[in-house]
């Protein structure tokens, strides 16, 4: 009676008497198993009911034990063990879902399942037994998410339903319980009949559950957390509402002091944060965290309940933080997070959810203003655990995946370590591979995973990479709806993508792409969203890219206002904002340019001000950013003549050129303008400082642009001049400081030697020595390559592009890797001096074997140099050289060289009269403004006699315009009888003292003669032999071997194999040179060229002696006549001693007489010719071609000797 009463009413004191008495009843009972057993199940029957009223521990541990007893008492063949199995099952699941204890819940299935399987099918009491059956085996899967046990558990409840009569007062009960298992299918396979049919399910328990039951609480609360459920999978308002509604009204049919209480509480909260999420209303927010907050604080620790609670009032937490932005709000969020965890077992079917939601929460801490490095670290510890807890392929899993790339991407754009980008990449990849993922989810995968391809490509300068990026960005975009609130960020992000590839590759086609859909996202984001200024800005640098690519003043005056635009809008302390003003500064000045216009370049100024006030001073961006600025002042100075302006356009130059942490190339340009300012104003001491970082500077540039050669061209220009212009500064100091003089003009030498080679000899010898450095370490050897071509992609980054803060992490982080690694290799005997310039010291045994003359021609000054073999360097300024004359001895030298090989090619072109007159015009010039007055200082000081009977060997290192000057054939007008340079010296050629340096070294070995004849092809595509009567001659000389490889056997294969094997070659061919890439020059062969840099491979460890009977092999560039580069002085650093050339072409007669009169001399009385007379050798030949033949100067002066 009180137990009915009790189940009718609800009253405590009825509840209480009843395991009262039934106690009393067990314990004067007879001891017979029957009557035990009987009055055993009443007590626990009524300790279980307690039990669902006031959630006592002590109630079901005790109901557990009764009802084992019961079943102990209770024999086989008894009609009452299937319901005293299903007590026992029904209160061991009662336990389970308090304590968690999976031995329950494996104990409750097991006597649930016996006591069905003892139950005839027609049994009344089978519908409630099959319906305790399916509900522990749904216990099950809700812990550990075995498909089987739901498939079953709904097969049980299904029946349980079918089986019980319409009037019954379990049927909504079982009703409720089936819908409950029908959500949790849906919930797995997002079967949206399911839910729909759970509804129904849930609604006619309520409607069958009497007012104030148990049963009705239950099944409103069931239908409220369904209609939530529909909600967060389909989105109607109508269902939030209903469902929030629905719990509210469960909540008023709960006692204040029941046990599912605050389960109901933690549903409501969850249902308020789904409308909060759709409609952004606080009140709904804060609710939450009142009422999870009273429910966590009343909840014993050892709940099983209490770690949900935590993650609702956590997830409570972050819409606020979101809201106000507020660290410790997010702090609190975090402990709540990891207290509900710490308290979730491994096997808990929860624990990967809360692993993923504690991992996200930890990733937006890291992302915050005072995130750590481990606060990205436990969030991918976090989240790697949580895909090893859950199926494989299974949807929670590609979410976690999902979740995990984007905490591998987040801690790369921290610390730059390759492996998280690949890690981020594998992830997402993995994430998406995932067949389960829906359309908009797999969007937003495919955005993400385009993005970190994007990241790497960045970093490590994969075109492929970002080819691949802009392919899953697009496929993103394609994926989603027009109506998206995503599709702006998608937009966004492909149009970036996309300009990114124009900067690489100047494709047309994308900057066009770039431009539409950076426009339609800007046009679909609302004006007031955070991210619009960026995307504004973004939009207008690729406007000004597409101008600077097709010239639309149309496309100008967009990108400044777009950015105009986005600028008043962006932060002043957005890591982007520096580089958009410096864009906004640059179109501005490009406006200013076109039209002319002071307030543009007033307002460019203003912008570029900016962003060097904002970029910190270690952004690597900011020597940019201050060379924009000075640029902009000299524009206005030359504009407007305002002094000041000067001397804020020097002073940005300089701040510029000193910055340790600025990128190479920008520096060594404010470095060489600073410089020049300073040597303008002839303030030298300050001129040289800068000329010294300069040089500092150059190597790195150098071996940078040899992985970036567009982005390094426009320094070429000011690098070609800058040896000349610095080593005239230091000898101007020389001439000013005459105490220091010798210091000053050793430096000069130095100067112009690394100037003078820098742009392709000091390329070719960083390649032998890393060659060198491979050889003692081939690992270093890689390494070396390999940091240096990732610091040259590091430094030639857009300074406008959307990652400045990885762009500036990953230049530090290279620029670090590449000093230890040449700190390291410099501890290496033999290569103390890695990458270093040579010294004074060094440089002088260039002289060894007679002076070197080296004539300096700057826009400064005019200077030659001698160093003697011995003793001090002798200076001999040149006042009576003006720039006017440089320029006519380069316009006439061009017009000579061009006569020259016209007439080669074309027979039918006759002696020319004029050619001759601007010849000897050239010669008496040169004799009168450098031959006799450096002869003169030379018989001074003793280096040269003119009395004496053979004539003193010099060498001539020519710079800038005068490097093809013929300075070995100047003579006095020919109306004087006095002699002139061929009579009074032996001359020989040098680009470089570095390779005299080298071939004063080395020694003699055996003579081992190579000749090459290819063919040429002249006219409409007739081939002969160059020079084929000059190999006969060569081939009767005496020699150790001689190997003759002509016509179409001159190829490019055996001929690269052969050149290592041979002392001396010739060359009967023609050639090439590239201004450009001078390792690229070479000599054409049968089947093409054959370039430097393939002759060097492998190195010519036996060279001595090169003869080139070829085109253009002694002159230099006639495109960029401020420097030049002979083919025949580059022979000299790929390995041979000595090499004879010529400035022009020459006919095949008089080639051919020189030829033999050199073999004949170097082979002459001796048994193995010395390849160091060819200079010797060439001179006699001269002569007799001069004198004896008569021959035009065009055919004997261009004949040339280096080395």
């Known amino acids: 009676g009180l137990l009915a009463r009790f189940d009718k009413l609800g009253r405590i004191n009825d509840i209480n008497s009843a395991v009262d008495t039934f106690a009393e009843a067990q314990k004067i009972v007879p001891s017979t198993d029957a009557e035990q057993a009987a009055c055993l199940t009443d007590l626990g029957v009524a300790l279980a009911r307690r039990y669902d009223r006031l959630g006592r521990i002590a109630d079901i541990n005790e109901a557990v034990e009764k009802h084992s007893e019961a079943v102990k008492y209770t024999p086989r063949d008894s009609n009452y063990l299937p319901s005293r199995l299903d007590n026992l099952g029904s209160a061991l699941l009662s336990r389970y879902l308090k304590t968690g204890d999976p031995k329950d819940l494996e104990d409750a299935i097991e006597r649930t399942g016996r006591a069905v399987d003892f139950t005839p099918s027609d049994s009344l009491s089978r519908p409630e037994f099959q319906n305790h059956a399916g509900t522990a085996l749904l216990c099950r899967y809700r ?76 099944s409103v609360s069931s239908l409220a957390d369904s209609l939530h459920t529909r909600f967060h999978a389909f989105g109607q308002i109508i269902d939030i509402n209903s469902a929030i509604e629905t719990f509210e009204e469960a909540l008023e049919l709960y006692d204040p002091l029941d046990a599912n209480r605050p389960g109901i509480i933690d549903n409501l909260s969850n249902a308020l944060l789904a409308r909060f999420d759709a409609t952004g209303e ?10 999870m907050r009273d429910v966590v604080d009343d909840t014993p620790i050892e709940s099983i309940d209490r770690p949900r609670y935590l993650n609702t009032l956590a997830r409570a937490l972050l819409r606020l933080h979101g809201l106000l932005g507020d660290v410790q709000v997010l702090d609190d969020a975090i402990r709540r997070l990891q207290e509900a965890l710490d308290f979730t077992s491994d096997d808990n079917a929860e624990r990967p959810r809360r692993l993923a939601e504690l991992g996200n929460v930890l990733l937006l801490r890291f992302n915050s203003l005072l995130g750590d490095i481990y606060h990205i670290a436990g969030a991918i510890d976090a989240l790697l655990e949580a895909t090893t807890l859950v199926a494989s392929g299974s949807l929670s899993q590609a979410q976690y995946l999902h979740d995990l790339g984007r905490c591998y991407l987040g801690r790369f754009d921290k610390l730059g370590e390759v492996r998280d980008v690949n890690c981020a990449i594998q992830s997402l990849t993995d994430s998406i591979a995932n067949e389960l993922v829906a359309d908009g989810t797999r969007a937003v995968v495919l955005n993400d995973l385009g993005n970190a391809l994007l990241r790497r490509s960045e970093w490590l300068g994969d075109i492929d990479d970002l080819n691949v990026a802009i392919d899953q960005l697009t496929q993103a975009l394609d994926l989603t709806a027009l109506d998206s609130a995503l599709r702006p960020q998608y937009l966004s992000d492909l149009g970036s993508s996309l300009l990114c590839r124009v900067r690489r590759t100047g494709q047309k086609a994308d900057i066009d792409r770039t431009i539409h859909y950076l426009s339609q996202a800007v046009g679909f984001i609302p004006a007031d969203n955070t991210d619009r200024p960026v995307w504004l800005c973004n939009l207008g640098t690729a406007l000004l890219r597409r101008w600077e690519m097709a010239d639309d003043i149309h496309d100008l005056n967009a990108s400044i206002e777009r950015l105009e635009v986005g600028l008043d809008r962006i932060r002043i302390d957005d890591s982007l904002r520096p580089g958009f003003c410096s864009a906004l500064g640059n179109a501005l000045m490009a406006r200013y340019r076109r039209l002319n216009g002071l307030r543009d370049i007033n307002h460019a100024i203003r912008r570029h001000k900016e962003a060097v006030d904002l970029a910190h001073i270690e952004n690597p961006r900011r020597s940019a950013f201050l060379n924009n600025l000075a640029e902009s002042l000299l524009n206005r100075y030359q504009y407007q003549g305002e002094v000041h302006d000067f001397r804020h356009c020097v002073e940005a130059y300089r701040l510029s050129a000193i910055s340790p942490y600025g990128k190479p190339h920008h520096r060594l340009n404010a470095a060489i303008q600073w410089a020049t300012f300073m040597h303008d104003a002839n303030l030298l001491q300050v001129a040289s400082t800068a000329y010294d970082l300069a040089f500092d500077l150059l190597p790195q540039v150098v071996f940078m642009g040899s992985s970036a050669k567009n982005q390094i061209s426009p320094l070429v220009p000011k690098i070609h001049s800058l040896g000349r212009d610095a080593a005239a500064c230091m000898l101007a100091r020389a001439a000013s400081e005459p105490e220091l003089a010798q210091k000053h003009a050793s430096r000069a030498v130095e100067l112009l030697e690394e100037g003078q080679t820098i742009a392709w000899s000091h390329a070719f010898r960083l390649r032998q020595e890393i060659d060198h450095l491979r050889a003692v370490d081939p690992q270093l050897g890689e390494d070396c390559d390999h940091s240096g071509n990732v610091l040259a992609q590091s430094c030639f980054r857009d300074p406008h592009d959307q990652f400045p803060e990885l762009d500036g992490l990953h230049y530090r982080r290279a620029l670090e890797d590449w000093e230890d690694l040449v700190r390291t290799i410099r501890y290496i005997p033999g290569l103390a001096n890695f990458l270093l310039p040579l010294k004074f010291e060094t440089l002088r045994h260039a002289a060894d074997r007679g002076p070197v003359i080296t004539i300096n021609a700057s826009k400064y000054r005019v200077d030659a140099v001698i160093i003697p073999p011995a003793g001090e360097v002798i200076l001999l300024p040149i006042p009576e050289v003006s720039m006017s004359d440089i320029t006519d001895f380069a316009t006439k030298l061009q017009q000579i060289s061009v006569y020259g090989d016209l007439r080669h090619s074309y027979t039918w072109i006759e002696e020319s009269a004029s050619a001759e007159e601007i010849m000897q015009e050239v010669l008496t010039k040169t004799w009168r403004l450098f031959g006799k007055p450096i002869l003169d200082k030379m018989e001074q000081a003793r280096l040269y006699d003119k009395d004496s009977s053979s004539p003193t060997r010099v060498w001539w290192n020519l710079t800038g315009p005068l490097a093809s000057l013929p300075i070995h054939a100047a003579s006095p007008p020919p109306s004087e009888p006095n002699p002139g340079m061929m009579e009074s010296v032996i001359s020989s050629y040098t680009s470089s003292l570095t390779g005299l340096v080298g071939a004063s070294g080395s020694k003699s070995v055996p003579r081992k003669m190579l000749v090459v004849g290819a063919p040429e092809t002249i006219g409409e595509g007739e081939q002969t032999v160059v020079a084929g009567n000059e190999l006969e001659p060569i ?101 041979f001693r000595g090499v004879i050339g010529t400035l022009w072409s020459v006919g095949d007669d008089h080639a051919l007489k020189v030829s033999d009169k050199v073999y004949g001399d170097l082979c002459e009385a001796t048994d193995e010719a010395d390849a160091s007379k060819a200079a010797f050798a060439l001179h006699k030949a001269i002569l007799h071609l001069r004198d004896e033949i008569k021959a035009p100067l065009t055919d004997w002066v261009p004949f040339v000797h280096f080395g």
Request: with cysteine; proline share 6%.
């Open 143 to 218: 812990r550990f998410n075995r498909a089987e046990d739901l498939t079953l558990a709904i097969e049980r409840l299904k029946e349980a339903v079918e089986l019980v009569p319409q009037g019954s007062p379990h049927r909504a009960a079982f009703l409720g319980d089936l819908g409950g298992a029908l959500h949790d299918r849906f919930a797995w396979l997002n079967n949206e009949p399911d839910i729909n049919a759970a509804i129904e399910c849930r609604r006619e328990s309520m409607a069958l559950s009497p007012e104030g039951s148990p049963q009705r609480a239950q």
């Open 282 to 291: 606080l009140e709904d927010v804060e609710s939450v965290i009142e009422k």
């Open 1035 to 1135: 081939q009767k000389l005496t020699a150790e071997e001689i190997r003759t490889i002509k016509a179409e056997d001159a190829r490019l294969l055996d001929v690269s194999r052969a050149l290592s094997e041979y002392t001396w070659v010739h060359f009967a061919c023609s050639a090439v040179q590239d201004p450009s890439d001078p390792l690229k020059s070479g000599l054409i062969l049968a089947d093409g060229l054959l370039p430097l840099s393939r002759m060097a491979q492998p190195p010519l460890a036996q060279a001595q002696f090169a003869y080139l009977s070829s085109c253009q092999s002694a002159t230099g560039s006639t495109q960029h006549p401020n420097e030049a580069f002979p083919l025949a002085s580059a022979m000299q650093f790929i390995g």
